[in-house]
């Protein structure tokens, strides 16, 4: 079929078919409702910067990323107990392999023990040892891990605020010249 004729089949259906988009005031609304319930923490209704700079927006991404597998019972809706259930035991499956990994059990992996797993696995951990291991040791323990990707999070929220900052600078208006 040639291109024009296809483009102008997708136009037409699109605008016959297609419902309209969601005006923008409609669909600032249905944003804004679920910011607030993710990250009003104290229910007034208003989003403080520290309420949006704590929001972790990883759990929102997984529900959606890993849908199928947090729906046990497959019945395409996620509850709670099924999301605490898959968080618990992806953690507890963690823990087991690092466990497996912890070959002389000193509760660390070292870079020789880390060698010895498989290319894929504690990838992060591999690429930035030293990051991890924050008390220096030549082993990185289930709490330096844990405490490292909680410091991320908080640099990435504060770094998402500089970058916002430093971009609404740029759009001031320049001051007005002295007269
Ligand atoms: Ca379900
Ligand atoms: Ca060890
Ligand atoms: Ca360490």
Redesign the pocket.
Known sequence: MPIPVLLVLLLSSSTVFAAPPPAGATRAADDWKVLSLMMDKDRNGKLTRQEALSFNPQPAQLVARDFAAI?????S???KK?YTDFIDKGRSNWVAEFNKADTDKSGGLSRDELKATKPGEFAQIKRAFAKFDSDSNGQVSIAERDNYFKLAAGQRAARMATARDSRSRLKAPPPAAPD
Do not use: L, S
């Not at 729906?71 to 019945?75: E, I, L, R, T």
């Open positions: 729906d046990a019972n497959n019945d809706v996620v509850t099924e």
